[in-house]
């Protein structure tokens, strides 16, 4: 009786896998276990720095004070009874004469004109001329011909103190009965005046 044949070689048989064979394949990691491993390390290293940044930065950093809102303290005001007051317009032309500061004495101007006591002779430009008829009280020396304008100064009462005319004269520019000159004191300041109150000097 014949032995049956086997199908295969013994060449194409394997042989089993020893188990230190098994153990010594290399084990490989997929990609993308690698990728997400090196991310996460970044991450962490990126907030140690932060961290690190921030305890420097908070040091090097003043606070900024807090402006608090200001107290207010709460004053009773007593009642005040209102009484109705009627107002008046006045043309400019009728109004009194600008308000004076405190500091200096009232204008004569304001006042009514008195008529030398002497006759004199014409003022005339270029010419000297002193204070009289103001009861020592002196002149005001205005910025314009009229009471409205800026007292530049006052000239005093005084026959040592003598004006020199520049120009005039000229008519009061709100139409008020004054005519005006304009003149330099000895200390330099230049005004106009009211010709009622000075008479030329010799």
């Known amino acids: 009786m014949s032995t049956p044949t086997s199908k295969f070689d013994p060449s194409d048989r394997r042989r089993p896998r020893r188990l230190a064979d098994a153990k010594s394949e290399e084990i490989t990691f997929p990609l993308a276990w690698l990728v997400i491993g090196g991310l996460a390390a970044l991450i962490i290293i990126g907030l140690l720095g ?48 600008a308000e004076q500061p405190a500091d200096q004495p009232p204008a004569a101007e304001e006042a009514v004109p008195q008529p030398p006591a002497e006759p004199v002779g014409d003022i005339l430009v270029d010419s000297y001329v002193t204070v009289i008829g103001t009861g ?56 106009w005046v009211v010709e009622d109150f000075i008479v030329p000097s010799p």
């Open 50 to 97: 932060l961290g690190v940044v921030n305890i420097f930065r908070k040091q090097s950093i003043t606070p900024t004070p807090q402006v608090l809102p200001p107290l207010v303290e709460q004053v009773e005001v007593p009642a005040v009874e209102v009484v109705p007051t009627l107002t008046v317009s006045v043309p400019a032309a009728e109004q009194g004469p």
């Open 136 to 191: 020592g009280v002196g002149v005001s020396m205005r910025a314009g011909p009229g009471r409205n304008n800026a007292r530049m100064g006052v000239a005093e009462e005084d026959p040592a103190v003598r004006l020199f005319v520049l120009e005039g004269p000229r008519e009061d520019e709100n139409a008020e009965d004054f005519v005006w000159w304009f003149v330099r004191h000895p200390d330099g300041t230049e005004g």
